[in-house]
Every structure is written in C-alpha cells, then in structure tokens.
C-alpha cells in the first residue's frame, strides 16, 4: 500500500527514535543514523540543531510533509488565537489521512496517504481524495463499501501496536470514524516525544 518502506524507516534511522512505534523499526536494533558515518561519535547539539529536530520530527511523523507545506500549516497556526504549538498540533491531526491512521484503517501514516489519494474514503458521505483535506468536529470519514474489503484494511484494524485515541470514535465493523474534536499536544499518542515549542522557536528565528 506504500511505497515509502526504506524512506519512512531512514527518517527513524536519521532521529535516532522509531517515531511510529513500529515493532520493525531498525532503530530497535540500530540506534545509530544511517550512512557510512551514521555510527560516528555525535558531538553536543546547538539550540539550532535541537529545534531544526524537532521540527524535522514532527514534519517526518505525518508522512514527511514537504517544508513548504509544513510552514503553510504552521503560518495557520501561529494566526489562530492561543498556543501556537497546540494549534499545530490540532491541524496536523485535523489532516484526512492522519484521521484515516489513527482511526486504524492503515498500518502507517504513509499508507493513509495513498488510501486517501486512490479514492477509498469518504468524508459525510463525499468522496475525497485529498490527503491535506481538513476535517471539522462532527466530520464522518468511512471507507468506501467496495474497498472494506481490501486485505490492508482488515490487517490495520488488528494491529495491537497502537490504539485509536479519544478524540476519534472508530467502529471497524463499519469502517466509519467520527472526527470528535481537534486534540492537543497531551491527546496524541505520539510514541516519542514530540517538542512543538520548539519549532515555534525554529520559525520565530528563521
């Protein structure tokens, strides 16, 4: 279903952390970075260096976003009133794949996207497949009666690895999630840490 098998585990690899919390993460194995000098003695990192992490972390755990569309998001964030590292937050859990992950329809935020972009999802009865589409509280997304079939979708939802969280009420049976309310920062289960501060920080200074 995805194509992004070795990119999604360098980004792993290159943090140092299985960001997904997948079982065959080779950081499990290897904690070091890829390359011929991944494994090279890592010197003290600046505030520079702490802050571009973090904000590489964050854009790499929803499906690598590209830069110019994380800073678009986080140009939305900073407008909203309140925190603005919730706020970012909020939207990237708001993204219809990020939805279609967490409510366990597939293994990996990579696959969502693809998911959403071949046209197997609904949104209040809609088809949509875009996978930046931004659902609202109340928001219905369900797999398409066709593709309930499909051998990924009945794996996904089997997974123990993770669990939907509280803020999406997904029925398997049907295949339908209701987007019950945008999350903050205490509601995801990230597997890592995530540091939203600090890409506040990053973008106040570049």
Request: proline share 4%; glycine share 8%; no cysteine.
């Amino acid at each position: 279903m995805t194509k992004r098998t070795s990119a999604k585990y360098k980004i792993d690899r290159r943090m140092g952390e299985n960001i997904w919390g997948r079982p065959k993460s080779p950081v499990n194995r290897r904690d070091y970075g890829p390359g011929q000098h991944g494994q090279r003695r890592k010197g003290k990192i600046s505030d520079f260096g702490t802050q571009l992490r973090a904000k590489q972390k964050l854009k790499g755990y929803y499906g690598d976003l590209t830069e110019k569309q994380f800073r678009r998001i986080y140009g939305e964030a900073e407008r909203i009133k309140g925190d603005t590292g919730e706020n970012l937050i909020g939207l990237l859990e708001r993204r219809l794949d990020a939805v279609v992950y967490r409510a366990k329809f597939v293994a990996t935020v990579f696959a969502a996207r693809q998911f959403v972009n071949h046209g197997h999802v609904t949104v209040n009865g809609q088809r949509v497949n875009i996978a930046s589409y931004r659902v609202k509280e109340g928001d219905v997304i369900e797999v398409r009666e066709k593709s309930k079939q499909l051998a990924v979708l009945l794996e996904a939802t089997q997974l123990n690895e993770r669990d939907v969280p509280d803020y999406i009420d997904a029925d398997h049976n049907k295949m339908t999630a209701t987007f019950v309310r945008a999350p903050g920062l205490s509601d995801v289960p990230y597997p890592v840490v995530m540091e939203p501060n600090l890409v506040v920080e990053f973008y106040a200074k570049n």
